[in-house]
């Protein structure tokens, strides 16, 4: 369930950042476009899982001299990646460039944190009026 919740989360945080320039998403209606969506979440998602933790560890003095800025240098890459790889699989998802591709990942990471924390905020709200 966690992770259902986590790629719907990310499909709002990517769809937040088709409303930057740089950032397109295609598709003629909705129902094409949330599917797009979703299949981006997913690729991004695995891209993530796949590749920044050995980001991470081949950057982690860039990581401590930057003060962890350098993390947004990571993400801009990983999402550029993923628009790559959805170009791949022809899905209408496309990042300009490296710029689009920083301020979108920024984007994701603002919109994705804030989501996560009322959902957590949601399931303690909960756990708590059970044990009420």
Not at 25 to 46: C, N, Y
Not at 83 to 99: C, I, N, R
């Amino acid at each position: 369930m966690t992770v259902l919740v986590h790629v719907l989360i990310t499909m709002v945080a990517v769809w937040v950042t088709t409303l930057l320039p740089g950032i397109t998403l295609g598709g003629q209606d909705t129902t094409a476009q949330v599917l797009t969506l979703l299949a981006v979440s997913v690729v991004f998602g695995l891209v993530n899982v796949v590749l920044k933790p050995i980001a991470k560890t081949l950057g982690c003095l860039l990581y401590v001299l930057t003060l962890g800025l350098f993390g947004l240098v990571v993400n801009a890459l990983l999402l550029w990646l993923t628009s790559y790889l959805a170009g791949e699989l022809k899905l209408p998802f496309h990042v300009d460039g490296f710029w689009s591709a920083f301020w979108g990942a920024l984007v994701i990471t603002i919109v994705s944190s804030l989501l996560h924390g009322v959902v957590r905020r949601t399931r303690v709200g909960e756990e708590q009026q059970y044990r009420g």
